[in-house]
């Protein structure tokens, strides 16, 4: 079931285009931001909203990399792994911060707390190597500082 | 000192400039000034006279995009501008800077840009990673809604404009014209077939007008200075300054506003500090993943599109990646294919099948597996990725690092096949 918060945020998401179906990736980004990820059942209550069918919405939220169909930890970290980044040390930190989350390679780690994804260009790239925990961007990471950085994440 | 009329009025601290800050700095005159004394069609040619070409990538002539819009009292409504706020294009990070530090220039851009072809809606796709400028774009909006510059009846004028933001789901094709449509409509970003093409069915199949941010940007001062005055700003004669950047082992990474036409060899030694200390120039891609690398002999080119074409690359997004003597061309090549495989939306043979086999085959080089009759294999997926094979221009993109690093490195693929191995692992 949509939460009553929920309801209403993306209520006022339609209000912004002239069909509903426009709002369907901001809904499944509503939902994603209250429960972490968008799970079948969150599926089912949208598309009856949003006048689209449960497979429809399943065809867009699988096309946009930043809907996740599989449940997160507690906090999601993106290493950026395209070219800048990729030539000043993407592979090294990517490893350390799978070492320090306690993470693989797009996984979570055991305690929930951490999931750990490789991600596209975040438009950072004078600072490169860059990674995002949550939203927040984290600029020139030295590989050996990933630890402590992510240790700010409870 | 240089005329930088995009980043000339930020802040030093890093902050935006609020409603009255921008204001005091000579802020929305430009759209008071159009809004009382110019019509649509003045503004339209002004911007044509200007030479503004789109800072998207491809470089179309920005007044002849909006020329292709149907105006007048028969014109199809609502029409649409759009904001290409996307910034996927792995190396580029020049948008940003213009959302972060100064988002009422890109309201005013998109005010005027709107009133030139009588838009009623306007939106700005704006990538999800770009958090800050959400937050700073949405205060700027409802800052010049407060002020009466968005909504009914602007600075009591005939003309309403409603804007609103729109956070993408995150994919590259949402930055491709035709699929960001799509995205906006709620639907997967792949690509529609021109014609017709957007000027004239858009979104929701209404006249819809897509440019970048950079783009946007420069309007407020192609009208307030004036078509000539503007063009004059570059140092080719091409109209305007542009926004280079410059990303890899360099000395000073960054972004400089500088004007259109400036040499590959000043941006590089000059702003970005030439290289690093121990390490050697061995080529650029001059803007954005999807351009042709560009190697010594020609770092006295100008910085412009049509001194790059002239040299078998384009402009792209301005913002180079320097490639350096520690990093293996070939695996740089292989990360960039990645990006194009993993980001193709699927609709076409030589794109969704043929960049796997592209990116596979460099792997196999990496891991010395490569042999010499596979140059030969790479080099035929160049020729099929190219323009015309297929719906949009992801796959072309795809092609060009992958055939002009063929051409400049060959000697170093060569050495993978020969050692079997990568000499710099
Ligand atoms: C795969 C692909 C991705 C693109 N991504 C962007 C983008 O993120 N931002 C952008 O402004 N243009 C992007 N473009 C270019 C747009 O299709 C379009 O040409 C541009 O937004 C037009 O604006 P302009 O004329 O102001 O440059 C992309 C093109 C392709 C083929
Ligand atoms: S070129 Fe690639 S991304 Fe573009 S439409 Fe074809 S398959 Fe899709
Ligand atoms: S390549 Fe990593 S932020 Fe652009």
Redesign the interface.
């Given at each position: 079931m949509l939460s009553d918060e929920e309801r209403h945020e993306i209520e006022a998401e339609l209000t912004r285009y002239p069909t509903r179906r426009a709002a369907s990736i901001d809904a499944m980004r509503i939902v994603q931001r209250h429960r972490g990820w968008v799970s079948d059942e969150a599926l089912r209550d949208l598309a009856p909203l949003i006048q689209m069918t449960v497979d429809e919405l399943d065809g867009v939220a699988s096309f946009y990399n930043m809907i996740f169909r599989r449940a997160v930890g507690r906090h999601v970290i993106l290493v950026c792994n395209s070219v800048s980044c990729w030539m000043l040390g993407a592979g090294r930190l990517l490893d350390a911060a799978a070492a320090a989350a306690g993470a693989p390679q797009g996984g979570t780690s055991a305690d929930r707390r951490f999931t750990l994804l490789p991600i596209v260009c975040l438009g950072a790239c004078d600072h490169a190597p860059v990674l995002m925990v949550d939203g927040d961007l984290h600029h020139d990471v030295d590989p050996a500082d990933a630890a402590s950085l992510l240790a700010r994440y409870e | 000192m240089t005329d930088r009329p995009l980043t000339g009025r930020m802040r030093e601290d890093g902050a935006a400039l609020d409603l009255r800050a921008y204001e005091r700095a000579g802020g929305y005159a430009a759209l008071r000034d159009a809004l009382r004394r110019l019509a649509p069609a003045e503004v339209q040619k002004r911007v044509k006279d200007s030479g503004l070409r789109g800072r998207g990538g491809a470089g179309f002539p920005t007044g002849q995009k909006w020329s292709f819009v149907p105006m007048g009292a028969d014109a199809p409504h609502?029409k649409y501008l759009v904001v290409n706020a996307d910034?996927?294009?792995?190396?580029?990070?020049k948008?940003?800077l213009l959302m972060e530090r100064d988002p009422h220039q890109l309201v005013e851009g998109v005010i005027l840009s709107a009133y030139a072809i009588e838009a009623d809606v306007a939106y700005i796709f704006l990538?999800?990673?770009?958090?800050l400028s959400e937050a700073r774009l949405a205060r700027a909006i409802a800052e010049a809604y407060d002020a009466g510059y968005l909504g009914r009846q602007i600075l009591g004028s005939g003309y309403s404009l409603e804007l609103?933001l729109?956070?993408?789901?995150?994919?590259?094709m949402?930055g491709e014209e035709t699929g960001l449509i799509n995205?906006?409509?709620?639907?997967?970003?792949n690509p529609r077939s021109k014609p017709p093409y957007p000027a004239v069915v858009g979104l929701?199949g209404r006249p819809t007008v897509v440019n970048n941010v950079e783009t946007i940007c420069n309007v407020p001062h192609v009208i307030g200075r004036g078509a000539e005055a503007y063009r004059k700003l570059s140092a080719t004669g091409e109209g305007g300054t542009k926004l280079y950047?410059?990303?890899?082992?360099v000395k000073r990474?960054?972004?400089w506003e500088l004007p259109l036409g400036t040499t590959i060899r000043e941006i590089l030694e000059e702003h970005a500090g030439g290289m690093r200390d121990g390490v050697r120039f061995r080529g650029l891609l001059p803007g954005g993943?999807s351009t042709d690398f560009l190697v010594d002999e020609h770092l006295d080119a100008p910085m412009d599109f049509e001194s790059l074409q002239k040299h078998g690359s384009r402009m792209g997004t301005g913002?180079m990646?320097v490639?350096?003597d520690r990093?293996c061309p070939v695996?740089?090549i292989r990360?960039?294919e990645e990006?194009f495989a993993?980001?193709s939306?699927g609709w076409c043979t030589p794109c969704w099948a043929g960049l796997h086999w592209v990116a596979d085959i460099l792997r196999d080089f990496e891991e010395g597996r490569g042999e010499m009759a596979d140059l030969d294999t790479l080099a035929a997926h160049a020729r099929l990725l190219a323009p015309g094979n297929t719906y949009c221009a992801l796959a072309p993109g795809a092609a060009e690092p992958l055939q002009s690093g063929l051409r400049h490195f060959r000697d170093d693929f060569e050495r993978h096949v020969r050692e079997h191995r990568c000499p710099w692992r």
């Amino acid at each position: 079931m949509l939460s009553d918060e929920e309801r209403h945020e993306i209520e006022a998401e339609l209000t912004r285009y002239p069909t509903r179906r426009a709002a369907s990736i901001d809904a499944m980004r509503i939902v994603q931001r209250h429960r972490g990820w968008v799970s079948d059942e969150a599926l089912r209550d949208l598309a009856p909203l949003i006048q689209m069918t449960v497979d429809e919405l399943d065809g867009v939220a699988s096309f946009y990399n930043m809907i996740f169909r599989r449940a997160v930890g507690r906090h999601v970290i993106l290493v950026c792994n395209s070219v800048s980044c990729w030539m000043l040390g993407a592979g090294r930190l990517l490893d350390a911060a799978a070492a320090a989350a306690g993470a693989p390679q797009g996984g979570t780690s055991a305690d929930r707390r951490f999931t750990l994804l490789p991600i596209v260009c975040l438009g950072a790239c004078d600072h490169a190597p860059v990674l995002m925990v949550d939203g927040d961007l984290h600029h020139d990471v030295d590989p050996a500082d990933a630890a402590s950085l992510l240790a700010r994440y409870e | 000192m240089t005329d930088r009329p995009l980043t000339g009025r930020m802040r030093e601290d890093g902050a935006a400039l609020d409603l009255r800050a921008y204001e005091r700095a000579g802020g929305y005159a430009a759209l008071r000034d159009a809004l009382r004394r110019l019509a649509p069609a003045e503004v339209q040619k002004r911007v044509k006279d200007s030479g503004l070409r789109g800072r998207g990538g491809a470089g179309f002539p920005t007044g002849q995009k909006w020329s292709f819009v149907p105006m007048g009292a028969d014109a199809p409504h609502p029409k649409y501008l759009v904001v290409n706020a996307d910034e996927m294009e792995p190396g580029t990070f020049k948008d940003r800077l213009l959302m972060e530090r100064d988002p009422h220039q890109l309201v005013e851009g998109v005010i005027l840009s709107a009133y030139a072809i009588e838009a009623d809606v306007a939106y700005i796709f704006l990538r999800w990673a770009y958090k800050l400028s959400e937050a700073r774009l949405a205060r700027a909006i409802a800052e010049a809604y407060d002020a009466g510059y968005l909504g009914r009846q602007i600075l009591g004028s005939g003309y309403s404009l409603e804007l609103r933001l729109h956070i993408s789901g995150g994919r590259y094709m949402a930055g491709e014209e035709t699929g960001l449509i799509n995205a906006l409509e709620g639907r997967r970003a792949n690509p529609r077939s021109k014609p017709p093409y957007p000027a004239v069915v858009g979104l929701w199949g209404r006249p819809t007008v897509v440019n970048n941010v950079e783009t946007i940007c420069n309007v407020p001062h192609v009208i307030g200075r004036g078509a000539e005055a503007y063009r004059k700003l570059s140092a080719t004669g091409e109209g305007g300054t542009k926004l280079y950047g410059a990303s890899g082992r360099v000395k000073r990474p960054g972004l400089w506003e500088l004007p259109l036409g400036t040499t590959i060899r000043e941006i590089l030694e000059e702003h970005a500090g030439g290289m690093r200390d121990g390490v050697r120039f061995r080529g650029l891609l001059p803007g954005g993943a999807s351009t042709d690398f560009l190697v010594d002999e020609h770092l006295d080119a100008p910085m412009d599109f049509e001194s790059l074409q002239k040299h078998g690359s384009r402009m792209g997004t301005g913002t180079m990646i320097v490639l350096d003597d520690r990093t293996c061309p070939v695996g740089m090549i292989r990360n960039l294919e990645e990006f194009f495989a993993q980001e193709s939306c699927g609709w076409c043979t030589p794109c969704w099948a043929g960049l796997h086999w592209v990116a596979d085959i460099l792997r196999d080089f990496e891991e010395g597996r490569g042999e010499m009759a596979d140059l030969d294999t790479l080099a035929a997926h160049a020729r099929l990725l190219a323009p015309g094979n297929t719906y949009c221009a992801l796959a072309p993109g795809a092609a060009e690092p992958l055939q002009s690093g063929l051409r400049h490195f060959r000697d170093d693929f060569e050495r993978h096949v020969r050692e079997h191995r990568c000499p710099w692992r």
